[in-house]
């Protein structure tokens, strides 16, 4: 363990290079600079270090631009698997994340009679639950999923909890899709 005064702004340049050689993101490599660089203005407020040394944050590139024009969406679309279709069609209407939003939708964050689909507090990145109006274009796509989910159910004897799935399972990875 190291004592704040023995942290040095050599030690700081040191650091950002190993962690750079371990292949962190400058974004990654900026949170724990930035914790770094709070916990030395709190323990200089409070008396507690004498200099603090200077941490400077790296750069990091601008936030993603651009949009999916729609037909380059369907023409994606019309590639996927069939399993695949819901979920992106979903994904491009609400915006929300596939990984931790869209496929780990179960057949309760749905409800059709009020009209919405639902992501808890604990399921969001900041926290906060959201609820997505159904469109007519999202009604018919989660319509269309839970007419396929019954169907499979029926065939297989089996309840499917997901929204979205490939024989029972949470439908997953889309990097071979």
Known sequence: MDLARDITADRVTAYVARRR?????????????????RAFRLAHRAGGV????????????K????????????AVLERLPGHHKPVVQ??????????????????????????????????????????????PELRTVLEAQLTETRAFERATGQIVPWL???????VGNFRRA
């Open 164 to 170: 979205f799935h490939r024989n029972s399972k949470p």
């Open 50 to 61: 004498g200099a603090v040394p200077h941490i400077s944050l790296l750069h990091e590139a």
């Open 63 to 74: 936030a993603r631009k651009g949009f999916f024009e729609e037909d380059q969406f369907r």
């Open 90 to 135: 979903v994904t491009y209407i609400t915006g929300w994340r596939i990984a931790s939003e869209i496929v780990t939708r179960k057949k309760h964050h749905l409800d059709l009679s009020a009209g919405w689909l639902r992501l808890e507090p604990n399921e969001t990145k900041n926290g906060e639950g959201r609820m997505f109006p159904l469109t």
């Open 21 to 37: 050689e371990e292949g962190a993101a400058n974004a990654t490599i900026n949170r724990d600079l930035a914790a770094l660089k």
